[in-house]
């Protein structure tokens, strides 16, 4: 049976976030003692948790927000790479990948091995990359590490170039079992009209 598998991150109240940012929390804030007749929960989070979209807002204030993103990015085909052992994501180390007819390219770097502590570094995309990616068709870059930038980048070049290309931006993957190949991808934002990022559930599903 061809399932969909679950590649998100579990929201709880012990995941990581970036540092300095808002704790994730779910309580329930009106009970079913108090209410008389149902539990009423209440989220707190930043909108960079987990697994997540990036808007150009985060980075750009006269960039798009949520809502004005196109939800047709997040769900269709998608193909998945696996670059183990990479220092960065670039040119070089997608050389020799087929990226043919690819619209969403999902890149599983293995570099945040353990997701209870947030990653010192990762290994940053090439902002070269953008133009390469774009030029070969691919509007949705997701990658299994929280940002696409190195995590001591103020710049954040890499969101910059890649927004500048048309690339969307999707972080906090979970792709560790996750073999290469085609697959469907449904990873869609919240209507969040405001914000700057949302959270996703995001699925795959083999093609074929
Ligand atoms: N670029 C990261 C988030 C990020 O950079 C960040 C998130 C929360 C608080 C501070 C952040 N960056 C600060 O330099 C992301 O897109 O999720
Ligand atoms: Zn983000
Ligand atoms: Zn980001």
Known sequence: ?????DISQRLDNNIVVWPGDTPFSYKVSWSMEESG????????????????????????NDGKRVIDLDI????????????????????????GVDLGGVERLLIRTDAWSDRRAFPSSIPP?????????SERGVRLLGLDLPSVDAIDSKELSAHHELTRCGIHILEGLVLD???????????????????????????IRKLR
């Open 1 to 5: 049976m061809n399932k969909w598998i």
């Open 125 to 133: 995309v090439e902002p070269g990359l953008a133009a390469y990616l």
């Open 72 to 95: 047709n990015l997040y769900i269709g085909p998608a193909r998945v790479v696996h670059l183990p052992n990479v220092a960065k994501i670039g040119g070089k180390e997608l050389n």
């Open 177 to 203: 079992e996750v073999e290469p190949g085609d697959y469907e991808l449904a990873a869609l934002p919240l209507p969040l009209v405001e914000a700057d990022g949302s959270p996703v559930r995001a699925v």
């Open 37 to 60: 007749s149902c539990n009423v929960g209440e989220i707190t989070m930043s909108a960079h948790t987990g697994t997540h979209i990036d808007a150009p807002f985060h980075f750009d």
